[in-house]
């Protein structure tokens, strides 16, 4: 099936450590977006890719870490430095077009133990 | 800047009742494109229409309608005869003219009871 897996779907950190978010594509698609989502409010962009080996800053980077080493993979890592993690993650991804629509992951929700 | 605006941010309905979902948005480009999505409970974002700013034509697909006015800067969606199955989130979109960064709206949250 193609689609967008995002791995795992809940995950717990301690205080102090850096975890990775997974998401990979079988879409073939060229850009991959990372989103936060909070209780009651929209998505707010990371980071994103539209290149492999190339990536820019979204709205709220600070505290986030992303590569894009193949076209198929956009891992976000999720550092001590961000002090307030929990929320939703979404990963998305888009067709070479300007009016393409994002396609979407099934989320991963991060909590701090 | 960009910004979109979804003032309503819960509705409530008994089935059968029709619905509008309100978006507006704002942007200097005069060339933009706006979307729609749906977030059921499983939290995938599943997406709905798109529109291109030069393209007012209104559309219908089967029970869901959607408005778009470049006078007003909106892009509403109607629901006919809700049913159960489209209580979700709904997100309204604005991406710039690159078409790379999408700026969503806080989302409307639709519950639609038996």
């Known amino acids: 099936d193609g689609g967008i897996t995002q791995s795992p779907k809940y995950l717990f950190r301690k205080e102090g450590q850096n975890v990775t978010l997974s998401c990979e594509q079988n879409?073939?698609?060229?850009?991959m977006y990372w989103y936060r989502q909070d209780p009651g409010q929209g998505l707010r962009l990371i980071y994103y890719?539209?290149?492999?080996?190339?990536?820019q800053k979204g709205d709220i980077a600070e505290g986030y870490s992303v590569s894009r080493e193949k076209k198929e993979s956009f891992p976000l890592t999720v550092t001590s430095a961000q002090k307030n993690p929990t929320a939703f993650y979404l990963c998305?991804?888009?067709?070479?077009?300007?009016?393409?629509?994002?396609?979407f992951g099934d989320g991963t929700r991060l909590s701090i133990l | 800047a960009q910004k979109v605006t979804q003032a309503q941010t819960e509705i409530s309905v008994v089935e059968k009742e029709d619905v509008t979902l309100d978006c507006v948005y704002e942007?200097?480009?005069?060339?933009?494109?706006l979307f729609w999505y749906k977030q059921p409970p499983s939290g995938e974002l599943v997406f709905l229409i798109r529109r291109n700013s030069f393209d007012e034509q209104n559309e219908i697909s089967g029970r869901y309608s959607w408005n778009f006015q470049k006078s007003t800067s909106s892009f509403n969606f109607t629901i006919t005869a809700s049913q159960v199955v489209d209580s979700a989130v709904y997100f309204c979109?604005?991406?710039?003219?690159?078409?790379?960064?999408?700026?969503f709206g806080a989302g409307t949250r639709l519950f639609v009871k038996a």
């Open positions: 879409l073939n698609h060229d850009a």
């Open positions: 942007t200097r480009d005069t060339t933009y494109y």
């Open positions: 890719s539209q290149i492999v080996n190339d990536f």
């Open positions: 979109a604005l991406s710039d003219t690159g078409g790379f960064k999408t700026i």
């Open positions: 998305a991804t888009k067709r070479t077009g300007k009016n393409q629509p994002q396609h």
